[in-house]
T-cell receptor, first 113, second 113 residues
Framework: DTAVSQTPKYLVTQMGNDKSIKCEQNLGHDTMYWYKQDSKKFLKIMFSYNNKELIINETVPNRFSPKSPDKAHLNLHINSLELGDSAVYFC????????????FGEGSRLTVL | DAKTTQPNSMESNEEEPVHLPCNHSTISGTDYIHWYRQLPSQGPEYVIHGLTSNVNNRMASLAIAEDRKSSTLILHRATLRDAAVYYCILRRAGGTSYGKLTFGQGTILTVHP
């Protein structure tokens, strides 16, 4: 059983489209995150949620909207996709948002043409 | 966020110990030292973390300097599977950072057969 699963794994789309990436964790964790890894391989936090409540929004454009329907899910919706959104997006979860280790998914590679 | 400095790359031979250094001279009292690694085409994976004392787990050991301004991740017997990018991260407990991980460039570890 995959602890943190993301779908889709690969996504190729045109500029201007709207797309979503889904994330589910079966670890019973309270905190979930979205990270972005750009072409230079830098990993940067985008959002964190604790018990469905937004905790961190790291100055991400409004085109990115996370949605947490329940504690086990954190989806990422992206409107009006731009070339610069091409990256690998990682979902992660942790038992607490303070010191607990993060468990990452395998990533979703988004390519915007 | 307090900054960490790691060598860009290191090399090792299989079955030999590897010592991966990390400098964090601006570390604060509430910063935990975390290590994650990222294997090719995978999400980051937790390795180990500590605050003041040296720590051991099944994957590695973490040696923390007495003044906490540096630390060393020790892989006791490197295997080919240990080839990855290793990230040394300071994670602040409490406050508005809510435990976010700030990834640097990391150290690319190459393991030779």
């Amino acid at each position: 059983d995959t602890a943190v699963s993301q779908t889709p794994k690969y996504l190729v789309t045109q500029m201007g489209n709207d797309k979503s990436i889904k994330c589910e964790q079966n670890l019973g964790h309270d905190t979930m995150y979205w990270y972005k890894q750009d072409s230079k391989k830098f990993l940067k936090i985008m959002f964190s949620y604790n018990n469905k409540e937004l905790i961190i929004n790291e100055t991400v454009p409004n085109r990115f909207s996370p949605k947490s329907p329940d504690k086990a899910h954190l989806n990422l919706h992206i409107n009006s996709l731009e070339l610069g959104d091409s990256a690998v997006y990682f979902c992660a979860s942790s038992q607490d948002g303070q010191t607990g280790e993060l468990f990452f998914g395998e990533g979703s590679r988004l390519t915007v043409l | 966020d307090a900054k960490t400095t790691q060598p860009n790359s290191m090399e090792s031979n299989e079955e030999e110990p590897v010592h991966l250094p990390c400098n964090h001279s601006t570390i604060s009292g509430t910063d935990y030292i975390h290590w994650y690694r990222q294997l090719p085409s995978q999400g980051p994976e937790y390795v180990i973390h500590g605050l003041t004392s040296n720590v051991n787990n099944r994957m590695a050991s973490l040696a923390i300097a007495e003044d906490r301004k540096s630390s060393t991740l020790i892989l006791h017997r490197a295997t080919l599977r240990d080839a990855a990018v290793y990230y040394c991260i300071l994670r602040r407990a409490g406050g508005t950072s809510y435990g976010k991980l700030t990834f640097g460039q990391g150290t690319i570890l190459t393991v030779h057969p």
